[in-house]
């Protein structure tokens, strides 16, 4: 059975910073193309960040670029989204996502974790 599990989450300031985990089990993160997403209130869901099988394969959506950064951690089984620089219109609830495409897991992946709530305020 796969599960995602995120942390970090939690009140920020803006211009300050947070450090989202995902630990996995039943899957291997380095086996996965793994996803960030980020639904804020009254929102649909959007794509944030991915990493594929390699460290050197990222990609962000253009409003997070040179603020976020995902990571992997394969010996802990874990993802990271390090963010600096917050504004208040990163609020929202941040979820883990998995799928063995790079490309699909930005549509359609395979596996969701719950979610942790980030607020930046103003």
């Known amino acids: 059975q796969v599960q995602l599990v995120e942390s970090g989450g939690g009140l920020v300031q803006a211009g300050g910073s947070l450090r989202l985990s995902c630990a996995a089990s039943g899957l291997k993160v380095s086996s996965y193309a793994m996803g960030w997403f980020r639904q804020a209130p009254g929102k649909e869901r959007e794509f944030v960040a991915r990493i594929g099988w390699s460290e050197a394969i990222t990609y962000y959506t253009d409003s997070v670029k040179g603020r976020f950064t995902i990571s992997r951690d394969n010996a802990k089984n874990t993802v990271y989204l390090q963010m600096n620089s917050l504004k208040p219109e990163d609020t929202a609830v941040y979820y883990c996502?998995?799928?063995?495409?790079?490309?699909?897991?930005?549509?359609?992946?395979?596996?969701w974790g719950q979610g942790t709530q980030v607020t930046v305020s103003s």
């Open positions: 996502a998995a799928h063995r495409n790079f490309i699909v897991v930005v549509t359609t992946p395979e596996y």
